[in-house]
């Protein structure tokens, strides 16, 4: 009797999900789909397009329509959490950068509004340095003034 572990069975899921994600993203899959509907659409007059001809179709799409909600979730989670790692790296690498950030995600919403509030305002004052003709090569220090609570 073959016994997985829950780590094992997720390392297969992944697995399995980054290959039907692959193979779910190439033409042959659109091509696939478009063939099925068409072989169905087909068989429509043979089954005098019953009960039976039309329940085929919506369940085949219902499933497939789950599965690909999973497969898609999957994926994009693996994908955000990847450019996030290599954001943090930016961050970690960068002279000036201002480590804090690096698990900014991590943060309510409203600490996400007050930052991207203070972000705006120092564009802003920016923006208006440039029309003075100064610069746009510093560094603020926003340490003190990420979040104030």
């Known amino acids: ?3 997985f572990t829950i780590k094992e069975d997720m390392e297969y899921f992944s697995m399995v ?5 692959n193979k779910a993203a190439q033409p042959l899959a659109c091509f696939l789909a478009f063939l099925i509907v068409l072989v169905w659409i087909l068989f429509g007059p043979l089954l005098h397009f ?7 179709i919506s369940t085949l799409a219902a499933v497939t ?6 497969i898609i979730q999957n ?4 994908h955000t959490v990847a450019i996030q790692l ?5 961050i970690r690498a960068t002279k000036g950068a201002h480590n804090e950030m ?3 995600e991590k943060l309510t ?7 991207q509030k203070k972000y705006g305002l120092m564009a802003e004052k920016t923006k208006e340095d440039l029309k003075k003709g100064k610069i746009d090569t510093h560094t603020p220090d926003v340490s003190k003034t990420i979040i104030e609570k």
């Open 86 to 90: 290599k954001l943090d790296e930016i």
């Open 109 to 115: 919403d409203q600490d996400l509004e007050k930052i």
């Open 17 to 21: 999900a980054k290959w039907l994600s």
């Open 102 to 104: 690096m698990d900014i």
């Open 75 to 78: 994926s994009q989670h693996r």
């Open 65 to 70: 329509s789950i599965v690909m909600l999973f």
């Open 1 to 3: 009797m073959i016994k």
């Open 50 to 56: 019953s009960n039976t001809w039309q329940l085929i």
